[in-house]
């Protein structure tokens, strides 16, 4: 520590306050000193708010750690000032302020040496009033974190019987709102009541329910019935009968499963992976569960379980957290984000985790969709594209085309595709049917916009043409477009080269190691 920053410490420590800014104001380069904000923070005064806005509106270093990997945010929330938190959150990241620079930001999520985030802290303060800790949540603190000693925020206030805080970290808990909201068949938010809701027969009420009660031992019967109607699937059952198809559970077993990867995941996971889940979060807002049911937390806790869960492998082999990150590196996480806020939509935490399990078959391949270099989707699609609509495909060649556009379909499952309660209609065949069910309908939408594609003379106009279609298409569609069907042989074809292909390629990469 150099001599200036040494007498400005100890000068904090005796309460020297005319010492403190005197040698602030004679001594400008100490706001370069990445712990300055800490040692002003320590400083038991009223004047540590005055002091604490001048040196960061000069910009000071916000987010640096100290000996314990403590932010000054950490500091700021111990003390439970609010106006501190608010001065560190919000000037630190005021981008018309030009003194600022990117070392003055801060990471609101940061941890410290025991794992502890500044909500943590703020949780865990004697003091039982909840505005800090209500102002972190609003600002983007998690409330799922868990700390080295497996607590999280929610623990420690529970502990405390702080049940203000308590009430606002807990993740079952719905917020306490004064706003209502009407929701369609599906839970999302319409601005408006339904006028003409569409009305299943009673019949067909009775009809699923009785089958979603004695799926393992449906009859041929009650199967091919259940195919025929999935076009109009009851929205009350639609949760259990996903389940039924993949044959997802939510046990006692699965549920602990599922917190202990979530426990093991937010201390394994890398802090910058953490950060990117974290900033990919805000999904489905018009869904209830997002709006009412704290769906943003279940979602973080969702797809750290998984990425965790997924690269467990043979629990016999041990994998270092350097090879698991390297491994979590090669998921799309935005797309994964997207993937697990739907199903959040339809089904719980407990079985949207042991949904996603299922998915990694190979009758969903799901982490072949999820890989950032997407090898079946990049490998199939192409050649199938050829094969079905040779014309158009070379036509949009021919104008420049990107074909690989197309392979983003398959990134995130038709979600950024198609309006979402579409989306919702092809999950129920592919968990029905398969991934198989993904190539028919991009095939066959690529033909229903075949004639206006052709017509196209520049890619641009291509891109904006696919793009405004898909926002004009009605409940039935998805229906419409899985009519035509394409043949098996061909996809078992192509899918047979991609097998001999990843064959090779596996045996020329021990080649090139040997």
């Known amino acids: 520590m150099e001599p200036k920053t040494t007498l400005l410490k100890n000068a904090v420590e005796k309460g020297d306050l005319k010492t403190v800014r005197t040698l602030l104001q004679k001594n400008r380069d100490l706001i370069k000193e990445p712990l300055l904000l800490h040692i002003i923070l320590s400083l038991h005064s009223y004047e540590v708010i005055d002091l604490c806005h001048a040196i960061i509106t000069a910009g000071c270093i916000c987010g640096a750690k100290n000996e314990k990997g403590e932010t000054p945010l950490h500091l700021a929330a111990r003390t439970n000032n609010l106006i501190l938190v608010e001065m560190i959150v919000e000037n630190s990241m005021r981008k018309e302020n030009k003194n600022i620079s990117e070392n003055a930001s801060i990471n609101i999520n940061a941890f410290d040496n025991e794992g502890k985030t500044p909500l943590h802290v703020a949780a865990a303060t004697t003091c039982a009033e909840p505005s800090v800790v209500k102002y972190l949540i609003q600002n983007g603190a998690s409330i799922v974190s868990i700390d080295n000693n497996g607590m999280t925020p929610y623990d420690y206030a529970e502990k405390l019987k702080h049940f203000a805080k308590a009430q606002l970290l807990n ?13 369609d068949a599906f839970n999302f938010e319409v601005p408006y009541p339904d006028q003409s809701p569409r009305k299943e027969r ?4 009775v009809k699923w329910s009785v089958i979603v009660g004695q799926w393992k031992n449906a009859t041929t019967k009650e199967q091919k019935w259940v195919k025929k109607h999935l076009s109009v699937l009851n929205p009350n059952v639609r949760a259990r009968m996903w389940e039924c198809f993949t044959h997802a559970t939510s046990t006692k077993a699965v549920h602990e499963e599922y917190l202990k990867s979530f426990s093991e995941g937010s201390k394994r996971i890398s802090p910058e992976i953490l950060k990117e889940i974290r900033m990919n979060l805000n999904v489905f807002n018009d869904h209830r569960v997002f709006i009412e049911g704290r769906g943003k937390y279940k979602l973080e806790r969702l797809v750290v379980s998984y990425l965790y869960d997924e ?95 197309f392979i983003t379909w398959f990134a995130d499952l038709f979600i950024d595709v198609f309006p979402v309660r579409l989306v919702i209609r092809i999950w129920d065949y592919y968990l029905y049917e398969g991934k198989d069910v993904l190539y028919i309908i991009a095939i066959n939408y690529l033909k229903y916009l075949k004639s206006d594609l052709m017509k196209a003379t520049s890619a641009d106009e291509a891109y904006a043409l696919i793009e405004t279609v898909s926002n004009k298409l009605s409940d039935s569609f998805i229906t419409s477009l899985l009519k035509e069907k394409i043949e098996k042989s061909t996809l078992q074809t192509i899918r047979s080269n991609f097998k001999n292909h990843c064959y090779f390629k596996a045996q020329n990469q021990k080649i090139i190691t040997i």
């Open 171 to 183: 993740i079952e808990e719905e917020p306490e709102t004064d706003e209502t909201h009407t929701y």
């Open 202 to 205: 009673h019949s067909d009420n």
């Open 311 to 405: 690269t467990i492998g043979d629990e016999s082999i041990e994998v270092s957290d350097e090879e698991r990150n390297k491994k979590i590196e090669s998921v799309v996480t935005p797309s994964l984000c997207k993937i697990g806020g739907l199903l959040l939509c339809v089904v719980g935490e407990d079985v949207a985790f042991s949904l996603l399990r299922q998915l990694r078959s190979d009758k969903y391949s799901i982490g072949n969709f999820l890989d950032i270099e997407m090898p079946e989707a990049l490998f199939i699609f192409p050649r199938l594209f050829k094969i079905e609509i040779a014309i158009l495909y070379d036509k949009l060649s021919s104008i420049g085309f990107e074909l690989n556009y």
